[in-house]
């Protein structure tokens, strides 16, 4: 039987953390019909269209991406390139508590574009022409109908979910509870969103996410004000069902990281717990020595509590930019989240200027220095890479301070005001910046590969390609006699101890399996990986926006058995009607079966 790709004597990874071993594969029907060894028969190459000569590289499972915030783009760019591109062929929506499920088009648009620094009016006019869904299996069917690139999994948003049965005004006010009425109405969507499908629900604690809009602007997120009792009240319908939770606790509040684990836990669930993924597990510099205890307290609180709780990881150095004050560590900050609070330029400048202002502000960031943060707050290790004067290019605002006798932040406010405020652009990496720490993080069992962001913060980072630098930094350090992984063990962290975590039916490449994967070049994993790039979005009005490139690592990606892009035919390209008239992903609902091992069941 002929087959519609060959991918010839390559190193194959099964995403189950199994010693790669040179296989051709051969696709059928948008499954792995055949892994042939060396010593096999032939894989028959007569009237397959896109036969790839992997001899030298790797053939793994499409990476997952289980924290993005594409919900508006997908709607506007179903292809979603800036994953695919680098090996990504399944990602989650709906984290963090922002989903577009529930929500009408403007509340959600509030909900999610400061949040996410996405342009609102984009996120607001892509719901406004594309919603036509009200209920949960709605929502699925018109997802699963795009022109999906890559495989779509989600989940249903606690602040979408709170916003629909409150209203976002109640749902944003300290005073209000859910009445037990409404309290019953959430659990009964939840309920409706698990039967369509969605993995589970998606929460956020910290109140440093502000809305956008004009209503209710820089109030905190809808699930920030939620009572124990109102969480408890949904994570029972998550435990009845089997599903999963992702969130994050209050740095602020110490108890509240507990509260995940005792509700998780199967001793007060009498026998069923609830899988919970957490925000973050990073070597923060604002906390040195918090990456020597959370992992050890992780692990003995899940022992000790029969919980199940893991923390997402990021496993590159967490780099920052930022457009003069646009960066969301500063609504850590009431006088951060006042400036940010203000759109006009001018009005902005102005409020910098303002010595009363200017006193609030250092009086908040020198305290904020004797608390937990995400950001460690040293002007010295923020430099500036663009700016109207020349001459601070390449500065850091702690030097320029030092050059001039003025506090830190004094410096930045002023060099933000005499250049325009967005004018300035700036850097620093906020965690996992010490290599020996980022390495045991990566082996750490309490945490999971998670928290790209891919799809938001467009102008702050750019972390698609994860995957691909993880990959790298494993094999470098092979090559250099320092191994801290293998690649097997890598690359199942990547896809198929992920998608077990998650429920979806995604991240392994044996026979049967469905065919997603990526055929990589060891020898494309260079500089170009880590390199710094901008493209112009035209869906986003033309904001550039940072991104990867790194197509020289990239031998093919392949979605539900098609090549999307690369390939035989067409290097570092996508196929021809990608993501517009061409469909390869799915949604991929909860609990689904695997439907290759199905299909290659029913042929035999």
């Known amino acids: 039987m002929s087959y519609d790709v060959i991918i010839r004597d390559g190193l194959w990874f099964d995403g189950m953390g199994s010693a790669p071993q040179t296989r051709t594969l051969g696709i059928r029907d948008g499954v792995v019909a055949a892994v042939a060894g060396p010593f096999d028969e032939p894989v028959d190459e007569t009237g397959c269209p896109e036969v790839i000569d992997a001899a030298g590289k790797w053939i793994v499972p499409g990476f997952i991406d289980v924290h993005t915030h594409y919900d508006a783009e997908v709607l506007l760019d179903p292809g979603l390139r800036e994953s ?5 062929t399944t990602v989650l929506l709906g984290n963090c508590s922002l989903s577009t499920v529930y929500a009408n088009s403007e509340d959600a648009a509030d909900l999610f574009s400061r949040v996410e620094a996405v342009p609102r ?17 709605e929502y699925v069917q018109a997802i699963d109908d795009l022109p999906l690139g890559p495989n779509i999994g989600s989940l249903l948003g606690h ?60 109030r905190a997120l809808p699930s920030t004000f939620a009572t124990w009792r109102e969480r408890r009240r949904l994570i029972k319908v998550l435990r009845k069902r089997g599903r999963m939770l992702q969130s994050a606790p209050d740095v602020e509040n110490p108890i509240s990281a507990l509260m995940f684990f005792l509700t998780s836990s199967r001793i007060f669930g009498r026998g069923k717990g609830v899988r919970m993924s957490l925000l973050v597990s990073a070597d923060a510099k604002s906390m040195p020595l918090a990456v020597h205890v959370m992992g050890p307290a992780t692990r003995l609180a899940n022992k000790l509590l029969r919980s199940s709780l893991r923390f997402q990881h990021l496993p590159v150095p967490f780099e920052l ?25 001018l009005e902005r400048n ?48 702690g030097a320029i301070a030092d050059e001039r006798g003025l506090h830190p932040l004094d410096a ?66 092979d090559r250099a006699g320092t191994p801290f992984m293998s690649p097997q ?16 039916d995604a991240g392994t490449l044996r026979q049967g399996d469905r065919a997603d994967f990526v055929v990589i070049d060891p020898a494309g994993l260079d500089d170009a990986v880590d390199g710094y790039y901008e493209e112009a979005v035209p869906f986003y009005g033309g904001l550039r926006r940072m991104v990867n490139r790194n197509d020289d690592a990239i031998v093919a990606t392949g979605v539900n058995g098609v090549v999307v892009f690369g390939g035989s035919h ?27 091992r199905v299909a290659l069941a029913a042929g035999a």
């Open 84 to 88: 695919v591109r680098h090996g990504v």
């Open 121 to 137: 009016e984009y996120v607001y006019g892509a719901l406004d022409s594309s919603k036509t869904w009200s209920t949960a299996a």
């Open 159 to 218: 602040s979408d979910l709170r916003t629909a049965v409150l209203g976002l005004d109640r749902a944003t006010d300290d005073t209000v509870r859910p009445t037990d009425a409404e309290l019953e109405k959430m659990a009964a969507l939840l309920d409706e969103a698990l039967d369509a499908g969605v993995l589970g629900m998606s929460g956020m604690d910290a109140a440093i996410d502000k809305l956008d809009g004009e209503r209710y602007r820089s």
């Open 321 to 345: 930019y930022s457009d003069g004050i646009d960066l969301p560590v500063f609504e850590e900050f009431g006088a951060g989240t006042a400036a940010l609070h203000l759109r006009d330029q």
């Open 350 to 397: 102005e409020l910098l200027a303002d010595k009363e202002y200017r006193r609030r502000f250092r009086r908040q960031f020198d305290k904020l220095k004797l608390g937990p943060s995400l950001w460690h707050r040293d002007f010295h290790d923020a430099v500036i890479v663009e700016c109207p004067d020349k001459s601070l290019i390449g500065k850091s605002f």
């Open 412 to 477: 930045f406010l002023d060099v933000l005001v005499e250049n325009g405020e967005r004018n300035v652009r700036w850097t620093t990496i906020v965690a996992n910046h010490r290599p020996k720490q980022l390495n045991k993080l990566a082996n750490d069992p309490s945490v999971h590969m998670g928290f790209s962001d891919a799809g938001a913060h467009l102008r702050n980072m750019a972390f698609y390609n994860f995957g691909l630098k993880l990959l790298k930094r494993t094999r470098d350090a």
């Open 489 to 504: 063990r890598a690359v199942h962290r990547l896809t198929g101890e992920l998608a077990e975590w998650f429920g979806l």
């Open 570 to 596: 067409s290097k570092g390209r996508f196929r021809d009607g990608y993501g517009q008239t061409v469909k390869s992903g799915r949604y991929l609902r909860a609990g689904q079966r695997r439907r290759g």
